[in-house]
């Protein structure tokens, strides 16, 4: 993707860069204050992503042989779907949101990661009907609960190329949910609702514009039917210079919060969707062939993911913040690293982390914290009371070796069931019946 034009915003501040949302704002001066506007649906934010086009008659069945969903049904306006592209091993190779307007199929994908992906449909084309082209001139924007639907009205109708609803956590048709052992537990997304549009990255500042006057008629309409003024509290809410943005800072905080697993963030070279709790959006379990299909069922029926995602709430009272890829620990063991990591306005500072399976869901945790990230964590926090900065997150050490100076201490809000087995797994192995009557007559046992 091209580097977002809200780069260009006044408060505006970039990520680090090598971060995977560089090419956005990170924040625009006050990350808490955007989060919550974010959470309200009175904010939006410039969404690190690619889009890839795909075109031809062809295109639909051709990305189902090819994914892990039935994309065959995708109609223009609703909402779309999500699919994984993986490898023979059941490897995840890419995360698609994709969306079809009827003669385009739009796959929108990490930023950085568009060019890949096209160039590995392109060696998968063959003799079918389809074109495919990275859409460097394309942009993505996101929303949260009614600000999905404010931000689409906003694009429509000539910024508009289609919107996304992500389905998570949700199970769609055909999915199913790794968390048999955790029923009664409230999922920590159950009120999460996030949406986004793709349009032209030229349009993004009038699509702003208009998001931003939508904020004032709604501001306007309450203050009315309150019989107060749109200086009021309800009214105005952007007025403070930005609060209609949100960095990526706040919404990785949300996101965080529901969690809900990222390319870039959580799925390293070995990960496979079971971890990640992924089968939930991303996969259909009785569709036809496609790479890394054996895996996925063997897994659901024979076998059990060997790590698990799980949200860790963090102990915030030191200020320090430990990085992705921070080891967790279960004593002096090490358990599992961290994948993202966050501060939410609400619930302090957290994380996401691949553990190994087993570990038990109520035993205490900690989490390394490095010198590069003692710092981070400090500027992190002056940047939040607005005494940072300019960048409260770009705090490079070179090649320096890092020293652990200290620990957090973690609790664990599972999001996959460490018995490793999804609503969708017989009750017993197959063959489990065979295997026990060979054991009694052998006399062991």
Known sequence: MLPSPLLGRTGAVAGPGGDPDSAVPAHYGDPLREQVALAAGRA???????????????????LTTLSSQVLTDLAPGDGGAEALLMDAHGRITHALAALDDGQRLLLVTEAGFGEDLAGFLESMRFMLRVEVRAAEELAVLGAMGD??????????????????????????????????????????GAGYRAGWVVVPAGDVPEVVRAYERGLDRDAAGEAAGQGGSISGAQGGEHAVAGSALAGSMAWEALRVEAGRPRQAREADARAIPHELDWLRTAVHLTKGCYPGQETVARTVNLGRPPRRLTVLQLDGLGGELPAPGAAVRLGERTVGAVTSVARHHELGPMALALLRRGVPLGEPLTVAVTEADQDIGREETAQETGHGGQDGRDSGTGSQELREVGRVAAAQEPLVSPQGRAQASPAERPGAGLRSAGTRGTGQG
Do not use: C, F, N, Q
Not at 162 to 179: A, I, K, L
């Open 44 to 62: 939006l934010s410039a969404l690190a992503r690619d889009v890839v086009i795909v075109t031809g008659p062809d295109r639909l069945s051709w």
């Open 147 to 188: 600000g999905v639907a404010r931000l689409e009205e906003a694009a429509r109708p000539e910024h508009w190329l289609g919107t996304w609803r992500d389905p998570w956590p949700g199970v769609v048709e055909g999915g199913t949910s790794y968390d048999v052992g955790l029923e009664g537990r409230p999922h920590p």
